[in-house]
């Protein structure tokens, strides 16, 4: 869903809303949602058991299957599935056999589709439904800029003489925008670098650097805190 929709994997959102219909399917999922908020960059991780609140279901004839029995009597099939009762749609996905009038249609006769439907950004496979709220609040814009700096910055510990396990002291000169963003999730940002922001160093500096995020220089100088 995030390549489909450009979106950033460092740009953490806000809700993953996953329709399934095995209830045992569910509790996996739900047991491993602390996992999966990590690995998705998420907030939160729901699930329902009704995807057809995710995802239009569109229940089709198989052509391959039916066209040479149905013969003119699929056009009438197909106006009847293009107002399948939720009931049916449901039934289908499930892989279950319907019955719409005199036709009986065992999972093999009909294709079925998950369309999007409502503002979630929606991807399907076979019976399940994925749905990512896309909406990026202040709060949310403003980590995945903090998550995107604290990349760059262990990028730029790797090119210095650092140890893996040394902490150091990172002052970093950006726009006031960056700056909002360094000083909202400086707890984040010192944990993940092994540093203490501060606005002057408190000994010469061993390393310093620019780069670009977001469109915008930083630059940020960095000594061994001892």
Same mark, same amino acid.
Request: glycine share 4%.
């Given at each position: 869903?995030?390549?489909?929709?450009? &979106?950033?994997?460092?740009?953490?959102? #806000?809700?993953?809303?996953?329709?399934?219909?095995?209830?045992?399917?569910?509790?996996?999922? &739900?047991k491993?949602?602390?996992?999966?908020?990590e690995?998705?960059?998420?907030?939160?991780?729901?699930?329902?058991?009704?995807?057809?609140?995710?995802?239009?279901?569109?229940?089709?004839?198989?052509f391959?299957? &039916?066209?040479?029995?149905?013969?003119?009597?699929?056009? *009438?099939? #197909?106006?009847?599935?293009?107002?399948? %009762?939720?009931?049916?749609?449901?039934k289908? !996905?499930?892989?279950?056999?319907?019955?719409?009038?005199?036709?009986?249609?065992?999972?093999?006769?009909? &294709?079925?589709?998950?369309?999007? %439907?409502?503002?979630?950004?929606?991807?399907?496979?076979?019976?399940?439904?994925?749905?990512l709220?896309?909406v990026?609040t *202040?709060?949310?814009?403003?980590?995945?800029?903090?998550?995107? +700096?604290?990349?760059?910055? #262990?990028? %730029?510990?790797?090119?210095?003489?650092?140890?893996?396990?040394?902490?150091?002291?990172?002052? +970093? %000169?950006?726009?006031?925008?960056?700056?909002?963003?360094?000083?909202?999730?400086?707890?984040?940002?010192?944990? *993940?670098?092994?540093?203490?922001?501060?606005?002057? !160093?408190?000994?010469?500096?061993?390393?310093?650097?620019?780069?670009d995020?977001?469109?915008?220089?930083?630059?940020?100088?960095?000594? +061994?805190?001892?």
């Open positions: 869903i995030r390549v489909t929709h450009k &979106l950033k994997n460092r740009q953490p959102l #806000q809700k993953l809303t996953v329709g399934v219909l095995s209830k045992e399917y569910g509790a996996q999922i &739900l491993h949602k602390e996992v999966i908020c690995e998705l960059n998420v907030k939160e991780v729901a699930i329902t058991f009704d995807p057809s609140e995710l995802a239009k279901i569109m229940v089709k004839p198989n391959k299957v &039916l066209g040479k029995s149905l013969g003119d009597k699929i056009k *009438e099939l #197909q106006s009847l599935l293009n107002d399948l %009762s939720q009931e049916n749609a449901v289908a !996905l499930r892989k279950e056999t319907i019955q719409i009038k005199d036709f009986t249609l065992t999972p093999e006769s009909v &294709l079925v589709e998950l369309r999007p %439907s409502g503002n979630n950004l929606v991807a399907t496979d076979a019976d399940l439904v994925a749905a709220d896309p990026i *202040e709060e949310l814009r403003l980590e995945g800029i903090a998550r995107e +700096l604290v990349s760059l910055i #262990q990028k %730029s510990r790797k090119s210095s003489d650092f140890n893996v396990e040394d902490k150091m002291y990172l002052k +970093l %000169s950006a726009s006031p925008e960056l700056t909002k963003a360094i000083y909202t999730n400086r707890n984040y940002i010192e944990e *993940e670098t092994l540093s203490i922001i501060v606005e002057t !160093l408190p000994s010469a500096s061993c390393y310093d650097t620019e780069f995020c977001e469109g915008e220089k930083i630059a940020a100088s960095m000594s +061994l805190a001892v």
